[in-house]
């Protein structure tokens, strides 16, 4: 029998506004623990939380680019449970009535494309951070002490759940690389797996090919990259398939992976039914975003990277791996169509841009596309170091193409023979040693002529001179 | 020689405005009447010395959180608190000038109807020491009825402004939902919660309510006042529509005495040229309660969520396990109400029973506003008792929660509606005063202060307690 995964994806991602979420103490990561904190964020007796209007604005683009519904009427609900890096005992978040809903996003593939569908994407504060001095590292069992860093508690925090559309770990690696740069490019969030400003949790059941079951599944947790996310997807369908054909049944569980140690088997713990009470915020009036906000907003969202990836596919001719890579961030992609619009052959365009282009290092945002496309139009005429070293300059402000092209650089036969004579003349021995059959002695001669010309010859010309010359 | 007893904050401020008297002679008077008469009441909880600032001198209830003074809620959970912020109620008052006398007793949370719910001891009634004053700003009433402040804040979830002014003899104003900032009052009930003033005089009420009220960018749910706050003049009533709903004033429990001096009150009001009709509220009052019940607790079980020993107040030591120290800082820090209501509320609000209670309960609170609605499209202003009896004695009701509850059977259907009420005096029963509520439509205080006015003119209560009435100068 053959199976299919069947892979949800819920996302938590931190909005960069220049304030928390419900008080207006400022963002910041890494600093000393509690040094951005007020009454609000620490839960006091008597504090109100005001929303951060730019927030909302960001979630609701997030939910446009996500292809969303947004709400007249969205409000925030209050989520109850107790612990210690939740000041006040519960979470304002949203339940029924999220901001964002029925979205959908393209996930182009190599060979068929997937339409993830979006549930819903709403607006909630971030917790606190318990740090756990002693004991057991990293669990709250066992350990010697638990301190509290409330720095992080109330950032914004957007959390999107997607429908489990997502058939293969590539698709859900694909998906989750799409919607970060989607966010970042947005310019919403850092999206930084390393700082906690994107987490994410993993739903996976299988089901047998060709149905539409929706069999139990199993949650994966704390894992710390996309590549890691997908080896960890790929186990554990193999492992539920493995239970499946053995006769034996999948049990609902949280799968949480050790972050340090990635090839350890993940702890289990049975779905504690936890009951959070929702009910609505009373401190706070609905949101009903106006209508003009949302038309205005709908108006700055940029093409999605999805669809970019297609358009490149089609209009440039290009393979889909080059037209995933090159669109892996919008200034490169943006390089790439500038750069091509410059009059460089597409295909030539995309492979210096995903190799040579890509070892400098340099950040495509900085680079004239037009004095870049002349350098790439140039590679096959100047030396491959001369070529690279171009590239690396290409970001650098003021960068000028001709100075690599045309200044010094040695091209004219007229100019080069009499170099050639005299190298020639000089090296009687090799000359005679050559012409006996030793041919490898070419490259000698070329090292030679480019020595005299202080490497600003053209070595295809030198070659073909010497040749003739030689073989005369 | 400055009575307090019977000078009226407008009075006190005229003295101050004329340099007849200085602030420091004005907080020192009270602060010498709480040293003759508090050790008895024990309305303050805890005074402020020293003046802090030239204006006349205001007590708050001790949920309102004041900057460098302790504030305890009542709660011993919240012992040794001492807020880092003041409550912008706090502030408005700083700016108008007013010193802080001191923070004034109340039930635990504001969860109760006699102040006897406080973890720090009961307050006494000043006209009566062996009953209670009404709660939960039962110490904010005592401290005005017994000069022992001119003018205090009060809070009011289910009735707990007006109905300790009514069993105190003074006068106290719930205001509209929304127009008074809660930032920095520790929550009961957040879709009910309101600060109020309780004074001597309706005047007195008008000029403090001037002070608090308005739009706070910190409380999302004020708006602004859609007209300043006047100063009652008239003494008549000509041209308003007075509606006597039946239910508010013929309610199971209503003591003959406390229907005797409405029913004076009311004949006043058409005297006085209103015209005055009987109406109906009839599912307002027969769900009010019920719907009260199931609302507030859900959300107090929420707000009282924080008090967990991890950051502030109590925290009871245990073997070093989190979940272990929430419950034993819990079981010590709440007195039985809170612990009751948050039951209550947890149980409202949980998977599988949400509909049915809270759900539910939101559902009747709407109906019961626009009942209130449509009564207001004939009434200006609605007239019952503000409590069925008069105050009781200490420990009559503490045994029986559900009879304590019926104190705030009259006050709470029109708070559910988001709508202002008055409490006034209106008369004595059997030597303790009565309280007449005046229930008016959405922002329409200045209507309240104006009929309250003209009534308080007409009734001529004297508001000092007749057992003080002799020795009131200190
Ligand atoms: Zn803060």
């Known amino acids: 029998m053959s199976w299919q995964p069947v892979i949800g994806l819920e996302i938590h991602i931190h909005l960069k506004t220049r304030t928390k979420m419900f008080c207006r103490c400022e963002l910041a990561y890494g600093l000393d623990a509690n040094t951005r904190t007020c009454p609000i964020c620490l839960g006091h007796p008597g504090t109100l939380p005001v929303p951060n209007a730019r927030a909302i604005e960001w979630t609701i683009k997030l939910g446009l680019a996500l292809g969303c519904e947004i709400a007249d009427r969205a409000i925030f609900h ?395 | 020689m400055i009575d307090t007893l019977r000078l009226t904050a407008e009075e006190a401020a005229a003295l101050l405005e004329r340099r007849e008297l200085s602030a420091a002679e004005l907080h020192a008077a009270y602060l010498d009447a709480i040293r003759a008469r508090d050790g008895e009441l024990h309305a303050y909880l805890r005074t402020v010395d020293e003046p802090d600032a030239d204006g006349v001198p205001v007590a708050l209830k001790d949920l309102i959180c004041t900057r460098g003074v302790e504030t305890t809620a009542g709660s011993r959970i919240l012992a040794g608190y001492v807020p880092p912020y003041d409550a912008t109620v706090a502030t408005r008052c700083r700016a108008a000038r007013l010193s802080f006398l001191g923070k004034t007793n109340m039930d635990e949370f504001a969860m109760g109807s006699s102040t006897e719910n406080s973890g720090f001891g009961p307050t006494r009634n000043p006209w009566d020491p062996d009953r209670v004053p009404g709660g939960s700003s039962g110490g904010s009433a005592a401290a005005v009825a017994a000069g022992l402040a001119p003018w205090a804040l009060g809070s009011d979830t289910g009735g707990s402004i007006k109905q300790p002014a009514a069993l105190c003899g003074v006068v106290g104003l719930r205001p509209t939902y929304g127009t008074v900032s809660r930032y920095g009052i520790v929550a009961f009930a957040s879709s009910l919660d309101q600060i109020g003033p309780i004074a001597k005089t309706v005047r007195d009420c008008a000029l403090l309510y001037r002070i608090i009220a308005g739009r706070d960018p910190c409380d999302t749910t004020t708006v602004d006042l859609p007209e300043s706050v006047e100063l009652p003049e008239t003494e008549h009533l000509r041209g308003l529509r007075v509606g006597v709903p039946r239910e508010l004033n013929e309610a199971e429990g209503i003591e003959p005495g406390v229907t005797e001096a409405v029913n004076r009150a009311v004949e006043l009001a058409r005297e006085l040229g209103a015209d005055v009709s009987e109406c109906e509220l009839p599912r307002s009052v027969e769900y009010g309660l019920s719907c009260y019940y199931l609302i507030a607790p859900a959300e107090a079980s929420s707000n009282l969520a924080r008090y967990d020993g991890v950051r502030y107040g109590l925290r009871s030591e245990t073997n070093g396990d989190t979940r272990a120290m929430y419950e034993r800082t819990r079981h010590d820090g709440f007195g039985d109400e809170p612990k009751r209501r948050i039951m209550l509320g947890a149980y409202a609000l949980s998977a599988g029973y949400y509909e049915a209670f809270y759900g539910q309960a939101q559902k009747v609170r709407t109906l019961i506003r626009r009942e209130h609605d449509a009564l207001f499209e004939r009434f200006d202003v609605l007239l019952s008792p503000t409590s069925p009896t008069v105050a009781f004695r200490l420990g009559e009701r503490t045994e029986n929660p559900l009879a304590m509850y019926l104190s705030d059977v009259l006050t709470i259907p029109s708070n559910l509606a988001g709508l202002p009420g008055l409490s006034i005096p209106c008369g004595l029963s059997e030597g303790l005063p009565v309280g007449l509520q005046l229930i008016g439509r959405q922002f329409a205080e200045n209507a309240l202060f104006r009929v309250g006015h003209a009534l308080e003119r007409a009734l001529a209560f004297g508001y000092v307690p007749s057992r003080l009435r002799d020795g009131g100068a200190v």
């Open chain 1, 78 to 472: 209050r989520k109850n449970y107790f612990y210690p890096d939740l000041p006040k005992g519960y979470q304002i978040s949203q339940y029924d009535e999220p901001l964002c809903r029925h979205g959908r996003l393209l996930v182009p593939g190599p060979e068929v494309d997937a339409e993830v569908g979006i549930v819903r994407a709403h607006l909630e504060e971030d917790a606190a951070k318990n740090v756990h001095v002693g004991g057991a590292a990293g669990r709250i069992h066992g350990a010697g002490r638990t301190l509290v860093d409330f720095n992080r508690g109330g950032t914004p925090l957007v959390e999107i759940v997607t429908r489990p559309d997502l058939h293969s770990a590539d698709e859900a690696r694909r998906f989750l690389q799409l919607l970060r740069q989607t966010v970042v490019e947005l310019g919403i969030s850092d999206a930084e797996m390393e700082k906690g400003s994107l987490r994410f949790d993993v739903n996976v059941s299988v089901r047998p090919a060709g149905s539409d079951e929706l069999r139990t599944r199993t949650e994966l947790k704390n894992m710390n990259s996309f590549a890691f996310a997908a080896r960890g997807i790929q186990r554990e369908v193999d492992r539920q398939i493995g239970i499946y054909e053995a006769g034996g049944e999948v049990e609902q569980e949280t799968l949480h992976f050790d972050p340090d140690h990635e090839l350890a088997p993940p702890l289990r713990s049975k779905e504690e039914a936890q009951d959070y009470r929702y009910f609505p915020e009373p401190d706070l009036v609905p949101l009903a975003p106006p209508r003009q906000l949302v038309e205005r907003l709908r108006k700055e969202i940029p093409e999605p990277p999805g669809a970019r990836i297609r358009r490149f596919e089609s209009q440039y001719g290009l393979r889909f791996y080059d037209a995933e890579v090159l669109n892996g961030s919008v200034a490169l992609a943006e390089l790439y169509e500038r750069v091509v619009s410059a009059g460089v052959d597409a295909k030539a365009a995309s492979n210096v841009l995903m190799n040579e282009f890509a070892r400098t290092g340099v950040e495509p945002g900085a680079v004239d596309a037009v004095e870049l496309a002349k350098v790439i139009e140039a590679r096959a005429r100047i030396p491959r170091d001369r070529f690279n070293e171009a590239l690396a300059g290409s970001g650098d402000p003021g960068f000028d193409a001709e100075r690599y092209l045309g200044d010094g650089l040695v091209v004219e036969t007229s100019e080069l023979e009499p170099l050639v004579e005299r190298v020639l003349a000089a090296n009687e021995k090799e000359v005679a040693a050559y012409r006996a059959g030793k041919r490898g002695l070419l490259g000698f001669f070329v090292g030679q002529v480019m020595r005299e010309t202080g490497g600003n010859a053209d070595a295809r010309v030198v070659n073909e001179l010497l040749r003739t010359k030689l073989d005369a």
